[in-house]
């Protein structure tokens, strides 16, 4: 398996632009979370989907965050407009919840993202 | 409520010698721990877990770390640095309480001196 995919690896964008973080989890996992990463806050969770319904979504900072989750296969998080206090590095990860032995989570590569 | 407390941001070690990261959790239920490492701009990788089978977990890169259920403890441990492990560490535990999602430590920085 190739692991978790995001893209874009690196995203920079001006302020008051639309930005869409891409994320295509393990497959056979059942949850996706989507974290972001600062240097101030550290590593927040921001959504997580259980069988790709949003479970907790108390992390995301305002509504111009929105995510998705449309089939088993892949999420979506997007801000509009951004502001150059979402410059942070994005984490999906994924995992098969539901026992102890089983929910680790493995996480993608990460997206910076630089709203200037 | 379940919490987990990294009792040092920060740990500097000359190579060479022992690492010891100190974790504390609480928990109403029998928990599941992990320990996950991040290299500098890098993702998040699993070091090792326990889900309560052996106490003592062995992981990768020669890393262990102990459960003790009487000290709520699980500490991170390496008989010998290396300059491949400076990084950050990250102590994380799950359990019936958080509906098995990751309730994460504030991470302590490894620091390794030549």
């Known amino acids: 398996d190739a692991g978790v995919i995001q893209s874009p690896r690196h995203e920079v964008t001006e302020m008051g632009q639309e930005v869409t973080l891409r994320c295509k989890p393990i497959s056979g996992h059942n949850s996706l979370f989507w974290y972001r990463q600062t240097m101030m806050r550290g590593l927040e969770l921001l959504i997580y989907f259980n069988n790709n319904v949003p479970i907790d979504d108390s992390g995301m900072p305002e509504d111009r965050f929105s995510a998705k989750m449309p089939n088993a296969s892949f999420s979506t998080l997007k801000i509009q407009p951004s502001e150059p206090r979402d410059s942070a590095v994005y984490f999906c990860a994924s995992s098969l919840m539901g026992t102890p032995s089983y929910n680790e989570q493995f996480f993608g590569p990460g997206t910076r993202l630089t709203v200037l | 409520a379940q919490s987990v407390t990294q009792l040092d941001s920060h740990v500097s070690v000359s190579e060479g010698t022992p690492v010891l990261l100190r974790c504390n959790y609480s928990s109403s239920y029998s928990p599941s721990l992990f320990w996950y490492v991040q290299h500098p701009n890098k993702g998040l990788q699993l070091l090792l877990k326990y889900t309560s089978a052996a106490t003592l977990v062995k992981g990768i890169n020669g890393f262990e770390a102990e459960f003790k259920k009487s000290e709520t403890s699980f500490h991170l441990t390496k008989p010998s640095a290396h300059m491949s492990d400076a990084a950050e560490y990250f102590c994380?535990?799950?359990?019936?309480?958080?509906?098995?999602?990751?309730?994460w430590g504030a991470g302590t920085k490894l620091i390794i001196k030549p």
């Open positions: 994380v535990v799950s359990n019936m309480d958080s509906n098995y999602q990751l309730i």
